[in-house]
């Protein structure tokens, strides 16, 4: 089983600008968790103190906790690389590496590991493009560049990228804001297939997506989680009268 996720009293700032307020939340493992709010309240932030990833920007800091599998990401002694490795993530927009082929977007991760194993490496590729749903589409051509391929395929290459290194958790932020109707109904559908697997969260700007596809549900407003529950509780029956009026439109 996937690792669960739980935040306490998270606190993210960058400089003097404080962007996560004291956010106490639960990630169920092998499900999806949707979080959704208006720009800039702090999706975003959050997500990337999931992987340490907040701390690689300059003046960026943490204070509270993020426990993975019960263990403290931030505690002494913990490296930021090995926790990276056990939550991947995938951004915005499409990034596969522009000069490397498709094969060797797949296979970075574990090249960076020290993996030189030819069968290893070829086994992994395979299996993580399958993962991502995009073996059939680009086997008889993995030396092609990473970016020669559509958007769609593109994220979804990003996927497989992260999955080589077999995380236990999936971060995406906003994995579909730059793909059509189309390539985003793939990823939806591939979402789904891996939950089995990972736990997976995604921000979104999109409350449509979050409703299709999302088992819980987590509204953020000006860096404060104001409400989380299972999806169909949050779009039908919110307790916060915010989150209703988020959630109808009224604002956002």
């Given at each position: 089983m996937a690792a669960e996720i739980e935040t306490q009293h998270l606190n993210a700032y960058f400089g003097d600008v404080h962007a996560v307020k004291g956010v106490d939340l639960r990630i169920s493992s092998n499900r999806i968790t949707a979080i959704i709010g208006p720009s800039g309240c702090g999706k975003s932030t959050?997500?990337?103190?999931?992987n340490r990833m907040h701390e690689v920007v300059r003046g960026a800091r943490v204070d509270g906790k993020v426990l993975v599998g019960g263990e403290d990401i931030y505690g002494p002694g913990t490296?930021?690389?090995t926790i990276r490795r056990k939550?991947?993530?995938v951004f915005q927009k499409p990034n596969p590496f522009p000069t490397m082929s498709i094969y060797d977007n797949v296979a970075a991760g574990l090249r960076l590991n020290g993996v030189r194993d030819w069968k290893r490496l070829d086994d992994t590729v395979e299996r993580s493009l399958r993962l991502a749903a995009l073996w059939d589409e680009v086997k008889e051509n993995l030396a092609a560049s990473g970016v020669s391929i559509s958007g769609g395929q593109q994220q979804r290459l990003c996927i497989a990228r992260a999955l080589a290194v077999e995380p236990e958790i999936l971060l995406l932020d906003e994995p579909c804001s730059a793909l059509d109707p189309i390539a985003t109904a793939k990823i939806e559908d591939l979402l789904f297939d891996l939950k089995s697997r990972y736990t997976i969260v995604i921000v979104t700007h999109n409350m449509q997506q979050a409703a299709r596809i999302a088992d819980n549900t987590a509204f953020m407003y000006m860096g404060k989680l104001i409400e989380s529950g299972d999806t169909k509780t949050i779009f039908e029956n919110p307790e916060k009268e915010l989150t209703e009026k988020y959630?109808?439109?009224?604002?956002?």
């Open positions: 959050l997500i990337r103190c999931m490296d930021p690389v939550v991947g993530m959630i109808t439109g009224r604002f956002g």
